[in-house]
């Protein structure tokens, strides 16, 4: 397994700086997920799937607002990771969506997820667990880019 080093993990010519979700209140059957990959090599890659012990299902979800209303909906086929750049992972955009929960994350905890690359392959990550409808660490925008 690649070995972490801060809070960023390296697989291939991909790296994945600061995995961050939110706290849940109780109850809740969904968690966000958060990061940014960053691609140093000359191809695309893409993220096509997604596990963690946190929930009984992950996949990459988009949220946009069109005319006021705001959507989501599961990204179809992986997430593109473009040659020589980036794909953040944030809210108001692209983001992982960890549904049936098998536990409440809490602030302060981390969980881990292992990541599947289509060229890089797999690699397991930790996510910080932040506060409840906290802001995102520094670094990581609350927006899409």
Do not use: C
Request: charge should be negative; charged fraction near 20%; glycine fraction near 14%.
């Amino acid at each position: 397994m690649p070995v972490a080093f801060a809070h960023e993990f390296k697989v291939g010519s991909l790296e994945i700086d600061h995995p961050w979700s939110r706290a849940t209140p109780p109850g809740a059957k969904v968690a966000g997920g958060y990061l940014i990959i960053k691609n140093s090599g000359g191809e695309p890659d893409r993220l096509v799937s997604i596990s963690s012990d946190v929930s009984q299902k992950a996949e990459v979800h988009e949220m946009a607002v069109k005319d006021g209303v705001m959507t989501m909906r599961k990204v179809d086929g992986g997430l593109e990771i473009p040659a020589n750049g980036k794909a953040e992972l944030a809210p108001g955009g692209y983001h992982l969506m960890f549904m049936g929960l098998n536990r409440q994350p809490k602030q302060g905890e981390k969980f881990a997820a292992t990541l599947t690359f289509e060229k890089a392959g797999p690699v397991t990550v930790e996510f910080n667990v932040e506060a409840v409808g906290g802001a995102a660490p520094k670094g990581h925008g609350d927006h899409a880019n």
